[in-house]
């Protein structure tokens, strides 16, 4: 239970990284995500096209990051003792997470992280892994029929 209340605690605090009492955009991006940002209109109306395409509309948008999540989704947690406990995330207990917001995760005083994706044609990892911290988590997305798809979350995190 504290592994799934981690979790939680780690969905929040990458939902709530970036507020800004600017009134300034609170979904900030690389440069290199900048540039492809509705750039490219194939992209724009097949977000399947390629992963990182499919990335940027599931982190901008609410109502497709909820149809593109297998839900319940499966979140494994991995204990100290290589215990494994699977619990499952309801689509009534999800909370949006934007994966592209990466401006700041390096840098936070509180719970920095790096985060890594390996691609591949039907597989995509996305690992969020903890600088001085526990934080070890992975975002497991599955190309099914054509379309990508969150289908487990592994937190390893200690």
């Not at 940027?56 to 497709?64: I, L, Q, V």
């Not at 309801?90 to 592209?100: G, I, Q, R, V």
């Not at 044609?121 to 379309?147: M, P, T």
Request: hydrophobic residues 35%; proline residues 1%.
């Amino acid at each position: 239970m504290k592994q799934f209340h981690l979790l939680l605690l780690s969905f929040c605090l990458l939902n709530c990284s970036t507020k800004n009492t600017d009134n300034q955009t609170t979904n900030q991006v690389t440069d290199k995500q900048a540039k492809h940002i509705n750039t490219d209109s194939t992209a724009a109306a097949n977000p399947d096209i390629d992963f990182d395409s499919f990335l940027r509309e599931f982190s901008s948008n609410k109502e497709f990051q909820l149809l593109r999540v297998d839900f319940p989704l499966k979140v494994k947690i991995l204990e100290i003792e290589d215990k494994e406990e699977i619990q499952a995330i309801s689509k009534e207990e999800w909370h949006h997470t934007n994966l592209l917001d990466t401006a700041n995760i390096k840098s936070r005083k509180v719970d920095a992280y790096s985060q890594t994706m390996h691609v591949n044609e039907s597989e995509a990892i996305i690992e969020l892994r903890g600088i001085d911290n526990g934080i070890s988590i992975d975002y497991k997305f599955q190309k099914v029929k054509g379309r990508w798809y969150l289908k487990e979350i592994l937190n390893a995190s200690t």
